[in-house]
């Protein structure tokens, strides 16, 4: 089965925090930066990533644009388009 790349707004984290935590993901910044890593921690004005050198990277919710994960259980998504 192929996987799916799932994207999730900052507004939406904490009530994905529980998936977030079982799949490495890509936390895309307002500025366009990317972080690649796994979530560490989470609370009302950040999160705390450990990228794969096992640095941490602390990314406030206000500069996080959204996060994106390949999700590979072949449940599609909701889609967020109206004319979808």
């Known amino acids: ?3 799916r790349l799932i994207r999730v707004k900052p507004d939406e984290i ?4 529980g998936t977030l935590l ?8 307002s500025n366009g930066n990317t972080i690649f890593g796994r979530l560490i921690s989470l609370d009302e004005m950040q999160l ?3 990228d794969t050198r096992d640095h941490h990277h602390r990314i ?5 644009y959204e996060v994106v994960y390949d999700d590979n259980s072949g ?3 909701p889609s967020r388009h109206t004319t979808l």
């Open 48 to 50: 705390v990533l450990k």
């Open 1 to 3: 089965m192929s996987k």
């Open 14 to 17: 904490r009530s994905k925090q």
């Open 60 to 64: 406030a919710l206000s500069d996080l």
């Open 75 to 77: 449940i599609v998504p």
């Open 22 to 29: 079982s799949h490495p993901f890509n936390a895309v910044l």
